[in-house]
């Protein structure tokens, strides 16, 4: 079982810059593939921005330059650095992990964090 905890959301200004930390217990971080998710009213949960067990990173094209996903195996804790927010942002922010089991077969299972919101102010 993992659990994840957001935190670092908040109020900010169009142009400003948040950051916001997931942390995780349970099982082995290191190994996990950690996701920032985000979900506005009436539309759809997102992608954000993924970071592999490796390093390597995928962005949606929104956030493209302007946010950064890393993470601290040490820590235990991915970040997802936001800046350059636009009011276009404002949305819930959801941590996810994806952690690999094996019973007769590899598969996998989604963990999530209970979220933090964002709001951007025009």
């Not at 979900?39 to 390597?56: D, F, H, M, N």
Request: glycine share 12%; aromatic share 14%; proline share 2%.
């Amino acid at each position: 079982q993992v659990r994840l905890v957001e935190s670092g959301g908040g109020l900010v200004q169009a142009g400003g810059s948040l950051r916001l930390s997931c942390a995780a217990s349970g099982g082995i971080f290191r190994y996990y593939t950690m996701g920032w998710y985000r979900q506005a009213p009436g539309k759809q949960r997102e992608l954000v921005a993924i970071i592999y067990s490796g390093g390597s990173t995928n962005y949606a094209d929104s956030v493209k330059g302007r946010f950064t996903i890393s993470r601290d195996n040490a820590k235990n804790t991915v970040y997802l650095q936001m800046n350059s927010l636009e009011p276009e942002d404002t949305a819930v922010y959801y941590c996810n992990a994806e952690v690999k089991y094996y019973s007769g077969s590899y598969y996998l299972h989604d963990y999530w964090g209970q979220g933090t919101q964002v709001t951007v102010s025009s």
